[in-house]
């Protein structure tokens, strides 16, 4: 397989998954964005629980 024919087959491949969008309907940014805030959040407060001697 030549680098052009892989090329061509990437191009073809990205073209076709634009049709959709690339989002799964089940998932919410904000809902996202907020578990991710939330949970690094709480792993900074435990970081911090068990650092006291600084």
């Known amino acids: 397989m030549s680098f052009h024919s892989a090329a061509a087959q990437l191009v073809t491949l990205a ?22 805030l939330i949970i690094l959040l709480l792993l900074l407060w435990i970081t911090t629980r068990f650092n006291r001697d600084r």
Request: hydrophobic share 25%.
């Open 15 to 36: 073209a076709e998954g634009e049709e959709h969008g690339g989002n799964h309907e089940s998932l919410n940014p904000l809902v996202t964005g907020g578990s991710a």
